[in-house]
């Protein structure tokens, strides 16, 4: 089924706000990256510290956790290595799926004696099948394996718990412990995100890509609806500029013009890709 026909069948009508933080996509996309890089470098602080084997990193060398809360001025900003590389467009789902948890808080009406455990219960009544509900079960499912860094680790410029006050009706920007919840919780699950991440990035490749990813999320029973979502919400790559020299051999009929096989990448591969995470949960 398609997202399109998803809204169709949606009985509840579900606040869409995709279109209205359009134009702070980048800035969101870059947000998400900074604050999921964050996460992913503490959890490896923590597996680093049970960690039996010769180190895999050097602090010298590769980027840290360390180096990253370090001050303006004592951060060293050049010739670090990173560790790993999360693909842009899994920063993309990531940021939709923010702008869709907003949504849905929007439907529902919250109290001043709410827990995460209500606000969980209450976005699921309120919204068919959920991302909320399935971003804050992560969290739950995942919180007591944190380690101590990644759980002292945290957004310090408040900048998410900013964009969800502003999410939300008017009424609740006054509540403090409300507003503390929801905000935990969204880095909670950025959080249960890095924690996983870095353990798939720890023993195995160095790269999450966007099919390992999703495959990540079906396996851990998000919908095919909600998957579908996500793929529309993934911008296509620009096409690669071709040099002045290749557009000229192109043109060129003293040149073959047989076309490359395209790169495909194996299927076995992805699915392997997939295995591994899950096999570290």
């Given at each position: 089924?398609?997202?399109?026909?998803?809204?169709?069948?949606?009985?509840?009508?579900?606040?869409?706000?995709?279109?209205?933080?359009?134009?702070?996509?980048?800035?969101?996309?870059?947000?998400?990256?900074?604050?999921?890089?964050?996460?992913?470098?503490?959890?490896?602080?923590?597996?680093?510290?049970?960690?039996?084997?010769?180190?895999?990193?050097?602090?010298?060398?590769?980027?840290?956790?360390?180096?990253?809360?370090?001050?303006?001025?004592?951060?060293?900003?050049?010739?670090?290595?990173?560790?790993?590389?999360?693909?842009?467009?899994?920063?993309?789902?990531?940021?939709?799926?923010?702008?869709?948890?907003?949504?849905?808080?929007?439907?529902?009406?919250?109290?001043?004696?709410?827990?995460?455990?209500?606000?969980?219960?209450?976005?699921?009544?309120?919204?068919?099948?959920?991302?909320?509900?399935?971003?804050?079960?992560?969290?739950?499912?995942?919180?007591?394996?944190?380690?101590?860094?990644?759980?002292?680790?945290?957004?310090?410029?408040?900048?998410?718990?900013?964009?969800?006050?502003?999410?939300?009706?008017?009424?609740?920007?006054?509540?403090?412990?409300?507003?503390?919840?929801?905000s935990a919780e969204f880095e909670g699950?950025?959080?249960?995100?890095?924690?996983?991440?870095?353990?798939?990035?720890?023993?195995?490749?160095?790269?999450?890509?966007?099919?390992v990813f999703m495959g990540w999320l079906?396996?851990?029973?998000?919908?095919?609806?909600?998957?579908?979502?996500?793929?529309?919400?993934?911008?296509?790559?620009?096409?690669?500029?071709?040099?002045?020299?290749?557009?000229?051999?192109?043109?060129?009929?003293?040149?073959?013009?047989?076309?490359?096989?395209?790169?495909?990448?194996?299927?076995?591969?992805?699915?392997?890709?997939?295995?591994?995470?899950?096999?570290?949960?």
């Open positions: 089924m398609s997202y399109y026909d998803y809204k169709k069948l949606n009985s509840t009508p579900r606040v869409l706000i995709v279109d209205a933080m359009a134009d702070d996509s980048k800035t969101l996309e870059i947000k998400v990256k900074t604050l999921l890089d964050l996460f992913i470098y503490a959890a490896m602080d923590d597996i680093q510290a049970d960690w039996n084997g010769a180190p895999k990193f050097s602090d010298h060398v590769n980027q840290s956790y360390q180096n990253l809360i370090k001050s303006k001025e004592q951060k060293i900003t050049s010739g670090l290595i990173g560790r790993f590389t999360v693909q842009t467009e899994v920063h993309q789902q990531v940021a939709f799926l923010f702008t869709q948890l907003i949504a849905e808080l929007r439907n529902v009406h919250f109290t001043e004696h709410e827990t995460a455990v209500t606000i969980r219960e209450k976005v699921a009544d309120a919204n068919v099948e959920c991302f909320a509900d399935f971003m804050m079960g992560l969290h739950a499912d995942h919180k007591d394996q944190f380690g101590a860094v990644l759980k002292s680790a945290g957004d310090t410029t408040q900048w998410f718990r900013g964009k969800i006050v502003g999410g939300l009706p008017s009424i609740y920007a006054t509540q403090q412990v409300l507003m503390a919840i929801l699950f950025l959080k249960a995100l890095g924690w996983l991440i870095a353990k798939f990035l720890w023993y195995n490749k160095q790269t999450v890509s966007k099919d079906a396996q851990q029973k998000m919908s095919q609806n909600f998957l579908d979502m996500l793929e529309l919400h993934v911008r296509a790559r620009p096409p690669k500029k071709v040099g002045v020299k290749k557009a000229a051999a192109a043109t060129d009929p003293a040149v073959e013009s047989a076309a490359p096989a395209p790169v495909v990448t194996p299927v076995a591969e992805v699915d392997a890709g997939i295995a591994d995470l899950l096999n570290l949960v």
